[in-house]
């Protein structure tokens, strides 16, 4: 029995799954895949048709893309139902409930604001109020129909244009580890940016070690174990620029048109990533009391602002 025992104990350790990552730039940032596999050829394998996954997801949702069928829904005519994929139409469907979740804090109709507002970034120079005014009149997501029966997406004022960037990485980031849920391979990480979307634990951990950028300090990081979730972080720690003096983040403002000029930043801890960097977008763009309020709203959601005081969640 002894012999029994410490062969089948060998013979696990033979077969024990080994460490494999993956890499790859998409989105305006690194892509990287953690997973745990019996060998390097199952784990390329899930990794290539994540990867293509997610490929498939920019290639359909991007604004960077000219002839996304994102970007082209702009050039149709308004009032009228625009037959979409289904893979455009599930990411849309999914981004328009965050945005009825949160009010209008995360709004994928912005797209007009946000042309704008990059192009002030780029110059630093601040664009014209009636520029800003005429934009803010072509975005909201009320102005946003979709009919799930025959797959239409209607606009409902002139000069709309999507823009998908404040959940198109989460939801790469969910599909990608579908992906690797398909090959049996559940002890998966995905990180996109700054979301990272988790499987089951690594082999003898409690979850995976998750580094967040202490906020409020772009010098120090904070860990957190985490597994079966999500986890977001947004603010303007990086991505940031000054005009006439004014430090502006590149998160607009729905009420303003324009880039956040206060401090922000925001931890959303989430069941998936589509979810948590929404809520962190939105969690951003709302003041603290008011963040607090929606993430209690939201079953196995756990916000974490600047200070530490103001931790909230359940």
Request: glycine share 6%; hydrophobic share 40%.
């Amino acid at each position: 029995m002894r012999i029994l025992l410490t062969w089948l104990v060998f013979s696990h350790l033979l077969h024990a799954d080994e460490r494999y990552e993956f890499e790859r730039p998409l989105m305006g940032t690194l892509f990287r895949i953690q997973t745990y596999a019996p060998s390097q050829e199952v784990a390329q394998k899930a990794s290539m048709a994540a990867f293509a996954e997610a490929e498939a997801i920019n290639e359909v949702a991007s604004d960077y893309i000219a002839d996304s069928e994102l970007l082209q829904l702009s050039k149709k005519p308004t009032h009228q139902p625009i037959v979409v994929s289904m893979r455009l139409f599930c990411l849309l469907e999914q981004a328009r409930h965050m945005a009825v979740l949160t009010d209008g804090a995360f709004d994928p109709t912005l797209g007009p604001l946000t042309k704008i507002w990059r192009e002030s970034r780029r110059r630093q120079k601040m664009p014209a109020a009636e520029m800003i005014q005429q934009a803010r009149e072509s975005s909201g997501y009320r102005l946003l129909a979709l009919d799930a029966s025959k797959r239409t997406i209607t606009l409902k004022a002139s000069g709309m244009r999507l823009d998908l960037g404040g959940i198109a990485k989460g939801q790469a980031a969910d599909a990608m580890l579908a992906i690797f849920f398909q090959h049996q391979l559940r002890r998966t990480s995905i990180t996109a940016g700054g979301d990272v979307r988790m499987g089951d634990p690594p082999p003898g951990q409690k979850g995976w070690t998750i580094g967040v950028r202490a906020l409020g300090n772009d010098m120090e990081e904070t860990t957190l174990t985490l597994s079966d979730c999500a986890v977001s972080t947004s603010g303007d720690l990086q991505q940031a620029v000054k005009i006439d003096g004014v430090r502006y983040a590149h998160i607009i403002d729905p009420q303003t048109g324009l880039g956040l000029s206060r401090p922000v930043a925001a931890t959303v801890i989430a069941p998936t990533a589509a979810q948590s960097d929404a809520l962190a977008t939105a969690c951003c763009v709302l003041m603290p009391e008011q963040a607090r309020a929606l993430i209690c709203k939201i079953p196995g959601c756990t916000l974490r602002l600047p200070d530490p005081a103001t931790e909230s969640g359940r």
